[in-house]
């Protein structure tokens, strides 16, 4: 049946492919690609670790075709790191907070948290743990993820909260 | 757990899709994605085609008419619950669209592929059922047809619609300015699918009676199920009459419904429903 040609940026990066209709996002990023930090546990969209961005919205990559985002701009774990491939904000802060132990959902939790940080509103714990419950993860208890998206979604501590020398 | 062979297409118009649609009765409407690759996957369903209606953008928009909201079927449902517009003209529409699963759910998942899809547990099938909302058809042979939401939902993934109607826009009425509405649901965990849950709308006189009291649950029967508590219209709306009325209502359901539990869990969202939309008239009515 049908092969289609897909032309869509993902982490910066233009690809084109010819790719069977029937594809997910997920497997293309993985198989095609060779992007394995997006990680498929359930593939119909309960568990959250195959979360991605697609025009900086979430999204399930096991619920969408890799047709479907054609012309479109994906950002997986990958691309959410610093560009010297260190830890992002999120990553480090996940990781500061033991929000991390097997790894599996962890990068679907970068992608939700991402997406939370950039639509910049000060959310109270209730509303992270809502905004957080499409993410299931087995090791950790979930204590250190909000601990984690309370620090990135909470007041700004300005520089009260810094232990930097910016000199500003 | 990957959807069998397909093949794709992604028209660039409504009048484009509806003429695939004409041509290929097996093919399936891919809106958000969200019911349909997930059926998929589990090779539930296995269409020949898929007619990608995603990036239409003239499905995606909102009018604010007098009196009511046309909405356009590709609206997602993270939209519905963040837009200024539905959360100050009609905010049960915006609050169930925030109980639709998770955010990276309500992204991709839109108001028509729920409409269309009409799982017997889904909150926007029951509101427009509720509010008894016009549901807009297109087809090459029948050109549009207008559906009323309180008829157009037969049975559990089961409406009206015919294989080659596409469902365009959906339009709301608004509620009265001294109406009061409340909604309740019960899932397992947040994001699940209910197991049952209510809409309410009360209505009051100048002097705080029942003007009109109505009702739809879902996640209940094969369908959005309405009731109108016609026999307490007249009556003080005292915080305590809505248990003893949703008690009596759902009655007929008792033989109907697996399970005691289940049941009890409806009359209790129905009750606390009625409770929240009459509490909602009073204070209304106080401003
Ligand atoms: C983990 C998870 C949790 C969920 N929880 C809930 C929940 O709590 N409550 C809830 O209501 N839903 C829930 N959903 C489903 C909801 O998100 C879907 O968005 C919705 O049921 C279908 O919308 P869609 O746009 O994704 O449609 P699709 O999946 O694209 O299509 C669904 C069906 O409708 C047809 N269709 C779609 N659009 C049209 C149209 N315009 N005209 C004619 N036919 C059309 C398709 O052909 C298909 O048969 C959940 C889904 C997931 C994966
Ligand atoms: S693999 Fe996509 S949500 Fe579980
Ligand atoms: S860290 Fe193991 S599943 Fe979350």
Redesign the pocket.
Known sequence: MSDIVVDLEVNGVRYERTVPARLSLADFLRDSLGLTGTHLGCE???CGSCTVLVDGRSA?SC?LLAAQVSGATVRTVEGLAESDGSPGTVQSALARHGGIQCGFCTPGFVVALTELVAEGKELDEEEIREALS?NICRCTGYHGAIAAAVELTGPDPGCAGCDQECGS | MKPAAIDYARPASVADALSIMESDVEA????????????MNFRL?R?TQ??D??SLAE?NRIFDDDGSLLIG??R??RDLETDPLVRDRLPPLAE?AR????IA??N????????????P?????ALAALLDAEIY?DSRQRGRRVYHAAEFFEAR?TTL?EPD????WIRFPTLPADAGWGFTEA?RRH????IAGAFAVVELTGDRRLRRARAVLFGVTDRPWLIEAVELTGRVAAPDIWREFATAAMAELVDTMEGAYRWRVAAGCLARAFERAAANARAGAHE
């Open positions: 119909h969209g309960v399930r619920l499409g | 399936k409407v891919l809106a958000g994605g969200q019911s349909l690759l997930a059926v369903a269409p898929l007619i209606i995603g499905l079927a590709l997602c449902h169930a109980h639709i699963g998770h759910i309500r991709r998942g839109t108001l028509g592929g729920s409409i269309a899809h009409a799982d547990a889904a909150e926007l099938p058809v993934y619609l109607e596409l469902v365009t899932a994001g699940d699918f209910a």
